[in-house]
């Protein structure tokens, strides 16, 4: 058994990793050890160049670097015995999302699904069994730039080769449904690229999960607002989840605003963490195996 703190190392110091990074100093669960970066950092811990220099100090390890390496550095650290926490999307490639949810089995692990633990989501999930039968689900997404302004410094996610917003943010609404409505399938989906080589600049599709459809249209670089749009439709209540954290219901007139105090943060999901390297199974953590399932989703849109 692990005593606190949990000692932890973040691979990875972009902007979710130096947030993580921020969010586990304050948390008293947990002593942040070293950070980990291919390029020089000035931090307030020792940052070093490869995993390698600190898997023997640490309990755990939280992984953000681009997706196409979390598999190297996912198995390096199950290797060692170390608990992983993972950025979404798990991996890049189907075969290496298989494996790292299969080496998790039995582990302490998770993947950092922003929707997973938000006030939101278990609203959505509590009032669900109560909205009538369900027609359908629909997910909008708008971005009028890409990478958004604060991940213009990752070039890497305007390339098709890892980046792209249906991985780095349509996968979250893939993780949301496919909890509420169980595994999905695809039907239809395809994306439009501008270039070889460039990340896409549009996404439609039907899934489905179960027998209800799921709806995906998505868009970026053009004019209007920037838009996370998710809703469930049923046939004596609809739910609405709008900029990822706001709720609203309709019976069939307007949408009206549900008070939520709002949950859900990285702090709250490293508190989740701690308790599956402690051996416990937190019910709003996001595991590999979901992690893998939203990887054979949104990899179908991008074939």
Known sequence: MIADPIRLAVVGLGAMGTRMLTAARQHPGYTVVAGVDVAPRALDVPVFSSLDDVLSDVDAVYVSTPPASHAELVLKAFAAG???????????????????????AGRPNAVNFALSDMAATLEIERRLPSIGELRGVEVRLQFPRWPRAFQADA????????????????????????????????????????EPGAAEVAARGVLRGGDVPVHVSAFSGLAGPEVYEWTVWGTE???RLDQW????????????????EQTGSD??????????????????????????RVVEVVEAFLR
Do not use: I, M, N
């Open 237 to 239: 209540r609809s739910l």
């Open 267 to 292: 702090y709250s999901r490293l508190t989740s963490f701690a308790r599956a390297v402690r051996g416990e199974h937190p019910r709003d953590l996001a595991d590999f195996a979901a992690g893998q």
């Open 155 to 194: 070039t890497w996610l305007s390339r098709a080769e890892q980046g792209g917003f249906v991985r780095e943010v349509l996968s979250h609404f893939v993780y949301l449904t496919d909890r509420l409505l169980g595994p999905l399938t695809v039907e239809s989906v395809s994306a439009d690229f501008p």
């Open 245 to 260: 954290a706001l709720l609203s219901t309709s019976d069939g007139g307007p949408w009206e605003r549900v008070e939520l």
């Open 82 to 104: 170390k608990a992983v926490f993972c950025e979404k999307p798990l991996a890049v490639d189907l075969a290496e999302a298989r494996a790292l949810a299969e080496a998790a």
